[in-house]
Structures are given as structure tokens and as C-alpha cells.
T-cell receptor, first 112, second 114 residues
Framework: RKEVEQDPGPFNVPEGATVAFNCTYSNSASQSFFWYRQDCRKEPKLLMSVYSSGNEDGRFTAQLNRASQYISLLIRDSKLSDSATYLCVVIIIKAAGNKLTFGGGTRVLVKP | DAGVIQSPRHEVTEMGQEVTLRCKPISGHDYLFWYRQTMMRGLELLIYFNNNVPIDDSGMPEDRFSAKMPNASFSTLKIQPSEPRDSAVYFC????????????FGDGTRLSIL
């Protein structure tokens, strides 16, 4: 089993619709979580951190479910420009050096 | 502000050749990361440095790969000898401060080994 798993998609989303997807992690010691966005043939860019209590940034909502060991990202009122691959990052904080793992990404295609 | 700068943007070379990828982190950032991205394996962390010191190189695939950070503004990732399976996009990223801070990625180096 991979340490961090994402549904690769693609999620085909009508413009204006809501889409949500998860990222599951296997190590319960994971402590820090992020969502990154990567456009085709571009570098990953930070979308948002994921806080324990959940957090929103405009149309984007991130949540953490420690009991079930997953984080989620919800996009409301999808725009064509939201089409991208969304990567989750899971970090285990250790004294000897933090372990950082990216998920394989979920591809989202927003269509008119 | 200048972001993370990587060079070259593209490299095509024959197997067996030495390949050197370069990275200039954002000024003042104290963490530097090297990643490799392929369709099959996704984005993999190869090694990261804190204050120019390698902290975790467990992701480096094998002895053919080496990374150095001689000063706070420069790092190299070297592959010698290169093999076709090393073909990938190699990203460098830097970060200021702890794990709750974002990483800033360079544009990547697209490497093709023939």
C-alpha cells in the first residue's frame, strides 16, 4: 500500500459545479498537510495548508479527518481555470529529519 | 522577487554521460529540496538540505545520484553515469522555516536520456 494515495481521476466537472476528492495516508504519525496545484508541464504551486479544524480559502475548502486518515479538498463553483492536477502532501515530523510524501495527484477537468 | 531558478530547462543527452542540474533557491530560504517527477512514480523527494547540510537523502535512487549544496545560494544534482530510466522532470524547491511553511518550486529541468 502506498503511503499517500489519491484517486488519479480525471474528475470531469461541469463549470459551476462542486467537486471533492480525498487523499489518504497510511502513517498515523503524519502531522502536517498541504494541497498543491500543478498545471500541465508546470511546477507545483501551493494551494492551501490543511488545518486540523478545516479551513477555507475562497471557493476551496480543505478538511482533515485524523480518525480515518485522510484529507479532502472541495472546490465550489468550479471555473475552467480550476482544471489542473491537485497534489496532496503529507509530512511526518521527526527529530532526525521530516519525511515528506506527495500523493500521485488527482486530475480535475472543468468543462463548459 | 526572483523565485527558485533551475538550469538547464531542458537537457537531452546520451546514456553514460554525466548530467548536472543546478538550482538557486530563493534568497534567505534555509531549506532546499530536490524532487523527481515521472508519470509512473509521481513526484518523489530525492534529498533535502537545511542550512546547506543534507538532512535526508533516503530518496536518492542509487549511488549514481549525488547532490551538493556548497553555499546557501546554490545546489547541484548530479547523475553519473546517466541511464534512460533517469528521464524525468527534476524540480528544485526551497522553503523558509518549518514544515508549516510552503515550498516554492522552480520551473523544473526536463531530462531525457537517450
Amino acid at each position: 500500500r502506498k503511503e499517500v494515495e489519491q484517486d488519479p481521476g480525471p474528475f470531469n466537472v461541469p463549470e459551476g459545479a462542486t467537486v471533492a476528492f480525498n487523499c489518504t495516508y497510511s502513517n498515523s504519525a503524519s502531522q502536517s498537510f498541504f494541497w498543491y496545484r500543478q498545471d500541465c508541464r508546470k511546477e507545483p504551486k501551493l494551494l492551501m495548508s490543511v488545518y486540523s479544524s478545516g479551513n477555507e480559502d475562497g471557493r476551496f475548502t480543505a478538511q482533515l479527518n485524523r480518525a480515518s486518515q485522510y484529507i479532502s479538498l472541495l472546490i465550489r463553483d468550479s471555473k475552467l481555470s480550476d482544471s489542473a492536477t491537485y497534489l496532496c502532501v503529507v509530512i511526518i515530523i521527526k527529530a532526525a529529519g521530516n519525511k515528506l510524501t506527495f500523493g500521485g495527484g488527482t486530475r480535475v477537468l472543468v468543462k463548459p | 522577487d526572483a523565485g527558485v531558478i533551475q538550469s538547464p530547462r531542458h537537457e537531452v543527452t546520451e546514456m553514460g554521460q554525466e548530467v548536472t542540474l543546478r538550482c538557486k533557491p530563493i534568497s534567505g530560504h534555509d531549506y532546499l529540496f530536490w524532487y523527481r517527477q515521472t508519470m509512473m512514480r509521481g513526484l518523489e523527494l530525492l534529498i533535502y538540505f537545511n542550512n546547506n547540510v543534507p538532512i535526508d537523502d533516503s530518496g536518492m535512487p542509487e549511488d549514481r545520484f549525488s547532490a551538493k549544496m556548497p553555499n546557501a545560494s546554490f545546489s547541484t544534482l548530479k547523475i553519473q553515469p546517466s541511464e534512460p530510466r533517469d528521464s524525468a522532470v527534476y524540480f528544485c524547491a526551497s522553503r523558509l522555516g518549518g514544515v508549516d511553511q510552503p515550498q516554492h518550486f522552480g520551473d523544473g529541468t526536463r531530462l531525457s536520456i537517450l
